[in-house]
């Protein structure tokens, strides 16, 4: 384990927030982002996540009458949810203390 | 596997591991094909997901690419000072092709805001020399003795590539402007302001402007401009499968300096041909000596270290 502090950028922040403890395919996250994701980012950006540990994916059964490959479904980490709350509280922290 | 998308996915199944195929490709295909058979309505509703579909998969592919440039942590590092190394060297090359004109340009009577031009208008003229011979030395310094893999041959084409549009670039826009210049303000210091501009020649036009002509030296000159441009592809190759044999500086050194004679010897011969006859793509034959005589070393290195890996990306 590298001494690295684990960081999120927007896109990753956003992603964590939509899935939550559910689980999403890709151009779902997009239609819900609102347009904070992008149907060319968000794979890419869903790949660097599991490779970070903060999702986990997997296959959806394919049913007979979609056709076609099947669906990955993503879900958030217990790792990735927490990272989630510990920025979420020192924002918070943050804009308390800083706060005018 | 049919329906929309699949020739997308044949076609990044010949480039990528599985892992992305896994993870990055099939993904997208699904969406896409779930989207478009969910779509109801007109066909160009249909076609409009469709584009929209294939525009966000090129998209991720070149974002993944880009990301993923250099391969593993070693190769990205070879890459990476194969890059430090060719910038350095093309600038080194271009300061010295430049200064004995440069010195030569101070003996004329000019003042020194002319001599500061005299000197910017010599640099696209060094620049088609300087970058093929930086890259291959760029190329040389990053990596040898080492095992090839697919990885290198593609950053070295990716490099030879970048090389070649800059070298076009430089050809099409900086070399004309550059000797025009140069022409205008010599030609005005020796005529005392009498002479303002002189036409330019065949060495003051670029691409567009040789195509335009239709004289026997123009139609020569296009198509060396052409070989010029794309003499950093067959030399990166070259450089790279002899850089991948050699260990000692030496060698390597004195390798880099045979071929470059090598080519821009052939090249010369390959152009003064053409004024007895010989035959237009006569003047590519250089590039391809050297590109097959590079991917024929690259292919014997992978011969004899079988099981080289994917392009990976």
């Known amino acids: 384990m590298s001494g690295r502090v684990p960081t999120l950028s927007g896109k990753e922040h956003v992603i964590l927030e939509l899935l939550g403890s559910r689980e999403m395919y890709g151009l779902e996250l997009v239609t819900e982002s609102g347009g904070a994701l992008k149907r060319g980012t968000v794979y890419v950006t869903l790949g660097r996540m599991e490779e970070k540990g903060y999702v986990t994916s997997r296959a959806e059964e394919a049913s007979p009458a979609q056709g076609g490959l099947p669906r990955r479904l993503y879900q958030s980490t217990p790792y990735g949810r927490e990272l989630l709350a510990m920025l979420a509280s020192a924002r918070r922290r943050l804009a308390l203390r800083f706060a005018r | 596997m049919s329906g929309p998308g699949s020739w997308l996915r044949a076609f990044a199944v010949l480039l990528f591991r599985p892992p992305t195929i896994e993870r990055l490709i099939d993904p997208i295909i699904s969406d896409l094909q779930i989207e478009y058979n969910a779509t109801l309505g007109g066909s160009w509703r249909r076609r409009g997901v469709l584009l929209r579909?294939?525009?966000?998969?090129?998209?991720?592919?070149a974002i993944h690419t880009v990301l993923s440039v250099g391969g593993g942590s070693a190769e990205r590092n070879e890459f990476r000072r194969a890059i430090a190394f060719s910038c350095l060297a093309c600038a080194i090359g271009t300061v010295l092709l430049a200064l004995p004109p440069l010195v030569n340009g101070?003996?004329?009577?000019?003042?020194?805001?002319?001599?500061?031009?005299?000197?910017?208008?010599?640099?696209?003229?060094?620049?088609?020399?300087?970058?093929?011979?930086?890259?291959?030395?760029?190329?040389?310094s990053a990596g040898c003795g080492r095992t090839l893999t697919r990885r290198h041959l593609l950053n070295t084409l990716m490099i030879g590539f970048t090389a070649a549009c800059v070298v076009w670039v430089v050809l099409e826009w900086g070399v004309p402007l550059g000797n025009q210049t140069f022409r205008d303000i010599v030609i005005a210091e020796v005529t005392d302001g009498r002479v303002g501009h002189i036409e330019p020649g065949l060495n003051e036009l670029g691409f567009s402007g040789l195509a335009r002509r239709k004289d026997v030296a123009a139609v020569r000159h296009y198509h060396l401009l052409w070989a010029l441009s794309f003499a950093a592809i067959p030399l990166a190759m070259f450089t790279l499968a002899a850089g991948a044999r050699l260990r000692h500086p030496v060698s390597r050194g004195s390798v880099i300096l045979l071929m470059l004679f090598a080519y821009y010897v052939l090249l010369w011969v390959s152009h003064s041909s053409l004024r007895h006859g010989a035959p237009i793509l006569v003047i590519w034959a250089p590039n391809v000596v050297f590109l097959t005589a590079g991917l024929m070393l690259v292919w014997r290195q992978w011969a004899v270290h079988t099981g080289a890996p994917r392009i990976g990306v």
Do not use: D, E, N
């Not at chain 2, 579909?53 to 592919?61: N, P």
């Not at chain 2, 003042?111 to 190329?139: D, F, N, R």
């Open chain 2, 106 to 140: 101070t003996r004329l009577p000019t003042g020194k805001t002319h001599q500061l031009m005299l000197a910017l208008t010599l640099i696209p003229q060094a620049l088609p020399i300087s970058i093929p011979v930086g890259v291959c030395i760029g190329i040389m």
């Open chain 2, 53 to 61: 579909a294939y525009c966000g998969f090129w998209k991720a592919l």
